[in-house]
C-alpha cells in the first residue's frame, strides 16, 4: 500500500506526493477552455489543489504580453503541475522539463507524457523511460503518464518516479476504465501515488477509479469539453470523494443470489 492511501496521524485522508500532502484527490487540467475566466472557475469547483499546465501550449510567463495563466491560477494557491504534453521524443521532454524549472524558479515537481503517435496519443513507453531516467537523475520529482501495464509502472516507481499515472482509456476519448483488472493490479502493487490519467468521460467513471483503489483522477477534457464545465467540476469533485470513501469503507462481496437485508432468526411464522 502506498504512502498516499494511509491516515495521517491527525486522521485525515491526504493525499501524498512527494512529501507534500493535499486534501484533493482530484487533479484537473488547464487547457480546451473558452478562457482563461473559464480555467479559473472550474479550477475552483473542482476543489483542485494540484493543476496541471501544457508547457508548450499555455503561457505562464514564457511570452511577455500575452494572458498569463499563472495570474488567475497563481503558484501560492495550487500547485503547479508542468506536462510535457505535445512531445513524442524523450529529448523533447526533458528539454520541456527544464524550461519548466527556469520558468517556476526551480520548480522541480512535472508530469512526464511522452507519446507514440497522434492518432492514439498512446504514450510510447521506451522513451518514456528514457525520459524518466534522465529526469530522475537530475532532481526532477516525476508524475509519469503510462499504459496500464503493471510491470511498467513498477519499474518507474523503482527508477524513482513520485507517482504512475496509467491511462483509463485514450486521452480525450471519455471511454472510463477499459481494464479494470490491470488498474487494480497497478494499485496492489503500488509503491507510489496511483492517479488514473486520461480516458475519463463522466462522475462515474472517476467514482469507479477511486473504488479500485486509485489515489486520485487527473483529469482534463471530461470537465473542459462538458456542456457546462464548471458544473461537471463540481460533479467530478462529489465522485472522487464518493469513490474514495467507499474503498475506505470497503463494499460487500458480489453474489450471484439474493441475500435477505434483515436476519430471518426470531421472526413470526
Not at 41 to 62: F, H, L
Not at 102 to 109: C, F, R, V
Not at 241 to 250: S, V
Amino acid at each position: 500500500m502506498s504512502e498516499a492511501t494511509q491516515h495521517t496521524e491527525a486522521g485525515l485522508d491526504e493525499l501524498v506526493i512527494a512529501g507534500r500532502r493535499y486534501r484533493s484527490r482530484l487533479l484537473t487540467g488547464t487547457g480546451k477552455y473558452r478562457d482563461l475566466e473559464e480555467t479559473r472557475r472550474a479550477s475552483e469547483a473542482a476543489g483542485a489543489e494540484i493543476v496541471t499546465v501544457a508547457i508548450r501550449r499555455t503561457n505562464i510567463g514564457q511570452r511577455a504580453g500575452e494572458p498569463n495563466l499563472l495570474e488567475v491560477l497563481p503558484p501560492d494557491r495550487y500547485t503547479i503541475l508542468p506536462n510535457t504534453a505535445g512531445c513524442y521524443t524523450a529529448a523533447d521532454a526533458v528539454r520541456t522539463c527544464r524550461l519548466a524549472r527556469e520558468l517556476l524558479d526551480g520548480h522541480a515537481l512535472v508530469k512526464l507524457e511522452v507519446l507514440g503517435d497522434e492518432k492514439t496519443l498512446f504514450p510510447d513507453i521506451t522513451q518514456t523511460l528514457a525520459a524518466a531516467e534522465t529526469l530522475v537523475d537530475e532532481g526532477f520529482e516525476v508524475m509519469v503518464y503510462t499504459n496500464d501495464d503493471p510491470i511498467v509502472a513498477r519499474r518507474f516507481a523503482e527508477m524513482g518516479c513520485v507517482s504512475v499515472m496509467p491511462l483509463a482509456a485514450p486521452i480525450g476519448s471519455g471511454l472510463g476504465i477499459q481494464n479494470r483488472y490491470n488498474i487494480l493490479t497497478i494499485v496492489e502493487e503500488a509503491a507510489v501515488p496511483i492517479i488514473v490519467d486520461a480516458g475519463v468521460g463522466t462522475a462515474s467513471d472517476a467514482a469507479i477509479a477511486m473504488e479500485l483503489g486509485c489515489d486520485g483522477v487527473l483529469m482534463n477534457t471530461a470537465i473542459a469539453g462538458a456542456r457546462d464545465p464548471v458544473l461537471m467540476a463540481g460533479a467530478m469533485k462529489k465522485a472522487v470523494q464518493a469513490g474514495r470513501e467507499a474503498f475506505l469503507a470497503g463494499r460487500i462481496p458480489r453474489k450471484r443470489f439474493a441475500s435477505a437485508s434483515s436476519p430471518l432468526d426470531g421472526t413470526i411464522a
